[in-house]
T-cell receptor, first 111, second 112 residues
Framework: GDSVTQMEGPVTLSEEAFLTINCTYT??????LFWYVQYPGEGLQLLLKATKADDKGSNKGFEATYRKETTSFHLEKGSVQVSDSAVYFCALLSGYSTLTFGKGTMLLVSP | KAGVTQTPRYLIKTRGQQVTLSCSPI?????VSWYQQTPGQGLQFLFEYFSETQRNKGNFPGRFSGRQFSNSRSEMNVSTLELGDSALYLC???????????FGSGTQLSVL
């Protein structure tokens, strides 16, 4: 079945550092890919998406490129802020409206 | 435009009881799906409804059930609660046409 693997955390960075969170997937066909973010005590917020190979999703300084050849969708940000501290989930859309999630990666940014 | 609304926000139940959770999707969305989030298992898909029909179901026991009403609002029911059912239950809505999903804030269920 479909699966998503993302790097384990926590990822600890200083403010203004470069961020990469790795995500790879296994799926039949070419599913849409997503990054969601979860702040403490809240639900999931959609961060960005990509629907086909070589698509680049971007939002709030975060970017991820759909790489079919490596089945990857790594999340990057050039300069993180303390307010980016949260848990980040990589996910793929399978079936009609069914998301398969990775385990999540906690990001901690210190001033 | 109002987001996805889940009620109640917190619930405390005891083993053996049953519970009903409610979800109101974004206006115009016809698909509602439910997920269970726990520290050990992460986010797991429960089921998805589209226009009052269950289209997909995850790998959960029959104690977990759901339904969707004609106004697209959905309820999820868990019967004979077990300690392991303690989790954050998230509802998501979408157009149902392989589009992005929008999540509510969740219902935190504690089973004592």
């Amino acid at each position: 079945g479909d699966s998503v693997t993302q790097m384990e955390g926590p990822v600890t960075l200083s403010e203004e550092a470069f961020l990469t969170i790795n995500c790879t997937y296994t799926a039949t066909g070419y599913p849409s890919l997503f990054w969601y973010v979860q702040y403490p005590g809240e639900g999931l917020q959609l961060l960005l998406k990509a629907t086909k190979a070589d698509d680049k999703g971007s939002n709030k300084g975060f970017e991820a490129t759909y790489r079919k050849e490596t089945t990857s969708f790594h999340l990057e940000k050039g300069s993180v802020q303390v307010s980016d501290s949260a848990v980040y989930f990589c996910a793929l859309l399978s079936g009609y409206s069914t998301l398969t999630f990775g385990k999540g990666t906690m990001l901690l940014v210190s001033p | 435009k109002a987001g996805v609304t889940q009620t109640p926000r917190y619930l405390i139940k005891t083993r053996g009881q049953q519970v009903t959770l409610s979800c109101s999707p974004i206006s115009g969305h016809r698909s509602v799906s439910w997920y269970q989030q726990t520290p050990g298992q992460g986010l797991q898909f429960l089921f998805e409804y589209f226009s009052e029909t269950q289209r997909n179901k995850g790998n959960f026991p029959g104690r977990f059930s759901g339904r969707q009403f004609s106004n697209s609002r959905s309820e999820m029911n868990v019967s004979t609660l077990e300690l392991g059912d303690s989790a954050l239950y998230l509802c998501a809505s979408s157009s149902g046409l392989n589009e992005k999903l929008f999540f509510g804030s969740g219902t935190q269920l504690s089973v004592l």
